[in-house]
C-alpha cells in the first residue's frame, strides 16, 4: 500500500506544530482547524517550502525530509503540487503557458499539448490565451487547478482553494474538484476551514488547534462525537454561510 | 487634485522644459549639418553611445546580483544590513569630481590596486577607454542597483514556492518566473544607468582624462568646445539629446512603466 | 599614507587655503582713511592662485571692509561665462587671447599686462621615466599630460612645439593648467608641461625641469576691471594694487615675470 506518511515538528514561534498522521492512496484528508491552527505550516512542511525542526514525510517508500538521516528533498523534486488560496498563477504568463509551466519545467516535450488537454477537461479552453488578470477569481482557481494537476503531483494539495470566491461559484468549482480527485491516483490533501468543503470532498478528516491533532476520523465519526468545543462550533456551521 | 497644485506643478514643469526650449531656440541650425560631420563630434559620440553602453553591460551583470544580495539583507542584522545600504548608496551622493579623485587612488598608477597592476603586469588605467566606463560604471551602476532592488522588494515571493511545487529547480524558477517578473525593473535601472553614464563629466575627466576617440567624451568634448565656439557646444549638447529621446523612445512602455513603479 | 598626504597637500593648494609665502610679503600701501567697502568678484587665471590669494590678504589688510572672492580656473571658461553673464568685477586672463573674448563683448576695456609667464616641464619627484629634456617626452611609451589647446596654457604648448618641431601626443588634455599639475602630483603621469609659477606654488611636491624653448611662448596676463562691475572703487583700487611695484614685487616672488 502507498500511504502518505508525515510526522513531524515545526517551530512556529507562538506555538509549535507537532503533528502526525498517514493517508492512502487515492484518499482525500481534509485538515481543518481555526486561524493560526498550523494548518498553513504543515501544508509548507509537506511542500518543501516551511522547514520542518523534526521529523520525516514519506510518500510509499519514498522519503521526500527526514531530519534524523538529513535528508530534506528541494520542492521541486518533491512531486507535491500544491493550490494557493490565491491561486498565484504567473501574470507575465497566458493560462496556456502557465498549465504548461510545470510539465516543461521536467522537461516534458509535449507540455503544451498536455496542458491544452487539461484545459479542456477542466472546460476553460477558451480560456488559453488570456493573461490572469483578465480572468475572474473562478476562471482563475480553475486555471491553477489545470497547472497543478498538470505537473502530475504524487501528493495533491488544496489550501483554502475556495476561501476567495463568491459562494455561487464555489460550488461550482468544488464539484469539479470532485470529479476530478475522483480519478487522481495519488494522495489529496484539502485544507479548510469550511464545513462544506469537507463534506463534499473528503474521506477523512484531521483536526488541528494550536498545533496539536486534536481529533482524527470519518466525517461521521467527528460528527457522532466531537471531541472539542472549536469542532462542534464547525459542525454547526454546516450549512451557514 | 486640488487646482491650486497646478501652480508649482507648472512652474516644475517651466523648469524642466523651458531650458530645452531655449536650447533648440538658440540653435544655429543652418551651420548644424557642418558642425555635427566634423569628425572630432562623431569620434565624441561613438565613444559616448559605445562607454555608456559597455557601462550599462557591465552593470547588469553585476548589479543585478547585487540588487538580489541587497534584497535580502532585510534578513540581516541592523548594522550589517545598513552599512551594506550606504555603501551602494554612496556613489549617488558623492559629487562625480570627488568619485574621479577616489578611483585614482585605488586604481591610478600610485594606487592602492593600480600600483601592483603597474609593477607586475605593466597595466595602467587612467587615460585608456577602460578607465572611462569604469568612472562610468562608478556613478551610474548604483541607479541600476536600488531599481531592480525596488522591483524584487515589490515583487511577490511566493510566485517562487509556486514554481517550486510545480517541479521548476532554483535556477528554472530565476530564469523563467524571478527575471521576467523584475524585468520593467530591470528596464527602468538600465535605462536611468545608461542616461547617467552618457552624460558623465566630472568622474570621467579626472580619472580617465581627455583624450579625443579614446576618452574623450561627449560631455568633455562639449565643454571643451563651449570655450572656444559656444555655436559648435549648442550644435553638441543638441546631440545629447536627441540621443536620450531617441533612447527612452525607442524602449517599450512597459520598461518605462518600471521608472514608476 | 604619503599618498594621501599629497593628496591633502594638492587640496590645498588648489585653492582652499593658503601656502605659506616664500618671502615676507610686501605691505599693502595703507590709506589714511579707508573708504572703500562692499565685496568683488574676481575671476583669475588658475595659474594665478597661490599669488593672488597672498594679494588678497594684503589688499585686506589695508581695505578690511572690502570682501574679494575669488574663481579661479582656466581663463577661456571664465571668460565665457564672463560674455554669459556672470557678475564679475575684475578679470585676470592668462592670454590676451582670453581677454579679448571678454573685450570683444564689450565688458572690459583697456587691459593691462600685468605679469608674464613661460612653461616649464613638470615630473613626479621621483621622476620614475627619468625625464630630462622635452625630447624625452616623443617617447610614445611615456604618459604625457597637457592643456587643451583652448586654454592660454595650451596655446603656449602648441606653440612651444611648433618652434620646436617636436610631434609629442599627450595622452590626455586638461581643462586648466592646474589639473595638468594634479596629475603630474598624483605621479599618475610621467610629465606635464605647466608654468614655472606653478612649479614653483607646487614646493617639493613635483620637479621642474626648464627648457630653453619654453621662451618661445610667452604668455602675456592682461587685467581689467569689468564695465558692469557694481563695485568699480573697490575693483579699481585691487587692479591698482596688482600693478603697484608692491604688488609686482609679490607676484615676481611667485615666479612671474615682468609684463
Not at chain 1, 494539495?157 to 475556495?162: A, G, M, R, S
Not at chain 3, 586672463?93 to 609667464?117: C, G, H, K, R
Not at chain 3, 597637457?146 to 609629442?168: H, N, Q, R, W
Request: aromatic share 6%.
Amino acid at each position: 500500500m502507498n500511504r502518505l506518511v508525515a510526522d513531524v515538528r515545526v517551530a512556529r514561534g507562538s506555538f509549535d506544530l507537532d503533528v502526525s498522521f498517514s493517508l492512502g492512496e487515492r484518499r482525500t484528508l481534509a485538515i481543518v482547524g481555526p486561524n493560526g491552527a498550523g494548518k498553513s505550516s504543515l501544508v509548507g512542511a509537506l511542500a518543501g517550502f516551511v522547514e520542518v525542526g523534526e521529523g520525516r514525510i514519506l510518500v510509499g517508500d519514498r522519503v521526500i525530509s527526514d531530519t534524523a538521516a538529513g535528508i530534506d528533498l528541494p520542492m521541486d523534486k518533491r512531486r507535491v503540487g500544491v493550490v494557493f488560496q490565491d491561486h498565484l498563477l504567473f501574470p507575465h504568463l497566458t493560462v496556456l503557458q502557465n498549465v504548461a509551466f510545470g510539465p516543461r519545467s521536467v522537461g516534458r516535450e509535449d507540455a503544451v499539448a498536455h496542458a491544452a488537454a487539461w484545459l479542456d477537461r477542466l472546460g476553460i479552453a477558451s480560456l488559453a490565451a488570456q493573461h490572469p488578470r483578465q480572468l475572474s477569481g473562478g476562471q482563475a482557481q480553475r486555471v491553477a487547478l489545470a497547472r497543478t494537476l498538470a505537473a502530475e503531483p504524487s501528493v495533491f494539495v488544496l489550501d483554502e482553494p475556495f476561501a476567495s470566491l463568491d459562494v455561487e461559484v464555489r460550488d461550482e468549482v468544488r464539484a469539479e474538484v470532485a470529479l476530478h480527485l475522483g480519478s487522481f491516483t495519488g494522495h489529496t490533501i484539502l485544507v479548510s476551514h469550511d464545513i462544506d468543503d469537507v463534506a463534499a470532498l473528503a474521506d477523512e478528516v484531521l483536526v488541528i488547534e494550536s498545533g496539536r491533532v486534536s481529533q482524527r476520523g470519518t466525517l461521521a465519526e467527528i460528527q457522532a462525537t466531537p471531541a472539542t468545543a472549536y469542532i462542534r462550533r464547525l459542525l454547526s456551521g454546516r450549512g451557514e454561510n | 487634485m486640488p487646482p491650486a497644485l497646478w501652480i508649482p506643478a507648472g512652474i516644475a514643469l517651466g523648469l524642466l522644459v523651458l531650458p530645452l526650449l531655449g536650447l533648440i531656440i538658440r540653435a544655429p541650425w543652418a551651420q548644424l549639418p557642418e558642425l555635427l560631420s566634423r569628425p572630432t563630434v562623431l569620434q565624441a559620440l561613438g565613444l559616448s553611445v559605445g562607454t555608456a553602453g559597455l557601462t550599462t553591460v557591465l552593470s547588469l551583470l553585476l548589479g543585478v546580483p547585487l540588487a538580489f544580495v541587497l534584497a535580502s539583507s532585510v534578513d540581516w542584522p541592523a548594522v550589517p544590513r545598513r552599512l551594506m545600504r550606504a555603501l551602494v548608496t554612496v556613489p549617488l551622493v558623492l559629487p562625480p569630481v570627488v568619485g574621479g579623485v577616489a578611483l585614482l587612488l585605488l586604481l591610478g598608477r600610485r594606487g592602492l590596486i593600480g600600483q601592483p597592476l603597474d609593477d607586475w603586469f605593466g597595466i595602467t588605467i587612467p587615460f585608456t577607454t577602460a578607465a572611462v566606463v569604469i568612472a562610468q560604471t562608478f556613478v551610474a551602476m548604483p541607479f541600476l542597483v536600488l531599481s531592480v532592488e525596488g522591483a524584487l522588494r515589490a515583487s511577490d515571493r511566493r510566485f517562487e514556492i509556486a514554481a517550486g511545487t510545480l517541479g521548476a529547480s532554483r535556477f528554472t524558477t530565476f530564469r523563467r518566473v524571478t527575471l521576467p517578473l523584475i524585468a520593467p525593473g530591470i528596464g527602468a535601472g538600465a535605462l536611468l544607468c545608461f542616461t547617467r553614464a552618457l552624460g558623465e563629466f566630472g568622474a570621467t575627466i579626472t580619472f580617465a582624462g581627455s583624450f579625443p576617440g579614446v576618452t574623450q567624451t561627449l560631455p568633455i568634448a562639449t565643454y571643451l568646445e563651449l570655450q572656444r565656439d559656444p555655436d559648435a557646444a549648442i550644435a553638441l549638447s543638441l546631440v545629447l539629446i536627441v540621443v536620450s529621446i531617441v533612447v527612452l523612445v525607442s524602449l517599450r512602455d512597459r520598461w518605462t512603466a518600471g521608472l514608476s513603479s | 599614507m604619503k599618498r594621501a598626504l599629497a593628496l591633502v597637500a594638492i587640496l590645498a593648494l588648489a585653492g582652499c587655503a593658503s601656502t605659506p609665502e616664500p618671502t615676507p610679503a610686501p605691505a599693502a600701501p595703507a590709506t589714511s582713511e579707508d573708504t572703500l567697502s562692499g565685496s568683488i568678484t574676481v575671476f583669475a587665471a588658475a595659474s594665478l592662485t597661490d599669488s593672488f590669494d597672498q594679494l588678497k590678504t594684503e589688499f585686506v589688510k589695508a581695505h578690511p571692509n572690502v570682501e574679494i572672492i575669488f574663481n579661479f580656473g582656466g581663463s577661456s571658461a571664465l571668460a565665457e561665462q564672463i560674455v554669459q553673464g556672470a557678475p564679475v568685477d575684475v578679470f585676470a586672463a592668462a592670454s590676451p587671447a582670453t581677454m579679448a573674448t571678454v573685450v570683444d563683448a564689450s565688458l572690459a576695456s583697456d587691459p593691462t599686462d600685468f605679469v608674464s609667464n613661460t612653461l616649464e616641464l613638470a615630473v613626479p619627484t621621483d621622476n620614475p621615466a627619468g625625464v630630462k629634456t622635452l625630447t624625452d617626452l616623443e617617447n610614445p611609451d611615456l604618459t604625457v599630460a597637457f592643456c587643451a589647446a583652448e586654454v592660454p596654457c595650451g596655446a603656449a604648448t602648441v606653440k612651444v612645439l611648433d618652434a620646436t618641431g617636436l610631434s609629442i601626443t599627450p595622452d590626455t588634455y586638461e581643462q586648466d593648467v592646474r589639473a595638468v599639475l594634479t596629475k603630474v602630483q598624483l605621479g599618475e603621469v610621467d610629465a606635464g608641461l605647466v608654468y614655472k609659477t606653478d612649479v614653483l606654488a607646487a614646493g617639493d611636491t613635483v620637479l621642474g625641469i626648464e627648457f630653453a624653448e619654453a621662451s618661445e611662448a610667452v604668455n602675456l596676463y592682461p587685467i581689467a576691471t569689468l564695465t558692469d562691475s557694481q563695485n568699480a572703487e573697490a575693483a579699481d583700487a585691487f587692479v591698482a594694487w596688482v600693478l603697484s611695484p608692491e604688488g609686482q614685487d609679490l607676484l615676481q616672488t611667485w615666479g612671474f615675470g615682468a609684463p
